[in-house]
């Protein structure tokens, strides 16, 4: 079951290191909005933000890792919560999240709250992942989707969630790691794929990313 927003979360509870990874092809409002969502229901202290180098699951970025980089870094600027982790770029090679939450473990220590955030789409993916039924043992998976949208589990998957469902969303602020929570806010309809097309048409792409990106996209001439 998926969880609507309230307003019922503990203001004392802010722990944890939050991590929402991404091909960033480009960084767009729906993706800024998620992780303001995010950080205003928790009250978590800061997000990061992880472009990987080489999605496993996806075709080859259109653009260069370092410009998607530069883009994730010119989105975030004007929210000082929001910060950009480029371990993955930096390592090169096909990014795997549990590689990336293994290193997030060892230099956070045992006992902080590691929270990896994933889309509901990816969630329904998560077993053709490398070492999927392993995540729980580094990290607590945050799955967010739309109101309204319950999943259609395979028996895999679901007997999975079912076995680490936490009982309510301060869990993932009260432990290491090791549980699920759905939660569903109202995203923007806004898609990597339809800022591309319209840069291939030349169409405008104001107000789907934010103007500094709109700028970087223009001066280099990206997605052409």
């Not at 009250?43 to 990987?52: A, D, K, W």
């Not at 999927?132 to 999943?151: C, T, Y």
């Amino acid at each position: 079951m998926v969880t609507p927003v309230t307003t019922e979360f503990s203001q004392t509870l802010k722990k944890g290191t939050v991590v929402m990874g991404g091909t960033f092809d480009p960084i767009h409002h729906g993706h800024l909005r998620s992780a303001v969502d995010i950080l205003d229901y928790f009250q978590f202290q800061t997000l990061r933000l992880i472009p990987c180098y080489q999605p496993v699951h996806k075709g080859e970025p259109t653009v260069s890792a370092a410009q998607r980089l530069k883009m994730v870094e010119l989105g975030i600027a004007a929210d000082h919560r929001l910060s950009v982790d480029a371990r993955e770029i930096l390592r090169a090679g096909p990014s795997y999240t549990f590689d990336t939450l293994i290193q997030l473990r060892e230099e956070l220590g045992q006992e902080e709250p590691l929270i990896m955030v994933v889309g509901m789409d990816s969630f329904l993916s998560l077993p053709t992942w490398a070492h999927w039924q392993k995540l729980l043992d580094v990290a607590h998976i945050l799955v967010i989707s739309r109101p309204g949208w319950e999943p259609d589990f395979i028996s895999t998957l679901e007997s999975f969630y079912e076995k680490h469902r936490a009982e309510s969303a301060t869990e993932l602020q009260c432990a290491p790691a090791g549980k699920i929570w759905m939660q569903s806010f109202t995203p923007l309809a806004i898609s990597s794929s339809q800022v591309r097309n319209l840069c291939r048409k030349n169409a405008s792409i104001a107000y789907l990313v934010p103007e500094t990106i709109q700028r970087f996209i223009e001066a280099h001439s990206l997605y052409k």
